[in-house]
C-alpha cells in the first residue's frame, strides 16, 4: 500500500484512499448493514424493483390452452444520505507522528459512523436525539413480542423468539436475521431450545461473519435496545 499523507491543518478531508478504508470497516462493525444486503448507490439515487406478485404456473394437456397469470413489481426508491465527523487536533500532535494518529483515528471513526448508522437504521434517530435521515426505521414496527413472557416449561427465552417467527410468518414474512444487545448475551448464551440445543453460535473468528441465532445470522452491538 503506497505512503498515506493526512491532512495537517484546516478543515482538510481524508485522502479517497483514507476514506474507503474507514467505511468498510464500518460496514464490518455496523450490525445493521451486516444484516443488510448492499446496494451500490449512485449519487442521483436508485430504484429498486419490489416483486409484489408473482407469475404461476399450471399443468396443461397436449393442445390445451396455457393458463395466462401475471406478474407486478413497484419500486423502492433510495436516496443517498451524507454522514460526517469532524475531529479536532493540535497542529504539534499531527505533526509529531501523523501514521500513529491514522492508526489511532480510524477504529474511532468506524465505530462512530457504524453507530450513527445502527442508530438511524433502528431507532430513527441522530446522537443528539434529533430525527435521523431516514423516513423509516424499525422503532416503527406495530408488532412486538415482549422478551420473558413464555414460561420456562414452554421454551422461555427461545419460545418468545418464535413466538416473534410467528407473527412474521402469519404475515407471509420471512426472519432473515437478528441485531442483539449485549444485554442479552448472557441470556441468549443460557437458553436452548425444545431439545436442549443451544439458540446461540458465535461466530468463528473472522469477524465478517454473524453470530447464528435460531440458525440465523445475529449481530450484536451496543445501542440495538435503545
Not at 443460557?190 to 449481530?219: E, F, M
Amino acid at each position: 500500500m503506497p505512503p498515506i499523507t493526512l491532512p495537517q491543518r484546516g478543515t482538510q478531508e481524508f485522502p479517497r484512499q483514507i476514506s474507503e478504508m474507514i467505511f468498510e470497516d464500518t460496514a464490518q462493525a455496523s450490525v445493521i448493514q451486516k444484516l443488510a444486503r448492499r446496494v451500490n448507490l449512485p449519487a442521483s439515487g436508485v430504484a429498486i424493483p419490489v416483486t409484489t406478485e408473482s407469475p404461476r404456473a399450471g399443468w396443461v394437456s397436449e393442445g390445451q390452452r396455457k393458463p395466462s397469470t401475471s406478474a407486478a413489481q413497484s419500486f423502492m426508491v433510495m436516496d443517498p444520505k451524507k454522514i460526517a465527523a469532524i475531529l479536532v487536533f493540535s497542529e504539534e500532535y499531527v505533526r509529531s507522528d501523523p501514521s500513529r494518529l491514522f492508526a489511532n483515528v480510524r477504529p474511532q471513526l468506524q465505530e462512530a459512523f457504524a453507530k450513527a448508522f445502527d442508530l438511524a437504521a433502528m431507532h430513527g434517530q441522530s446522537y443528539d436525539g434529533t430525527p435521523g435521515p431516514f423516513p423509516e426505521s424499525l422503532a416503527d414496527v406495530t408488532k412486538a413480542v415482549e422478551m420473558g413472557t413464555t414460561a420456562q416449561a414452554q421454551g422461555g427465552t427461545y419460545g418468545d423468539l418464535v413466538a416473534g417467527l410467528k407473527l412474521l410468518t402469519d404475515d407471509r414474512k420471512r426472519l432473515t436475521g437478528f441485531a442483539v444487545d449485549p444485554m442479552m448475551e448472557p441470556t441468549l448464551l443460557a437458553s436452548v431450545d425444545l431439545n436442549g440445543r443451544p439458540i446461540w453460535t458465535d461466530a468463528p473468528a473472522d469477524a465478517s461473519l454473524p453470530n447464528r441465532l435460531l440458525n440465523r445470522p445475529a449481530g450484536m452491538s451496543e445501542g440495538v435496545a435503545g
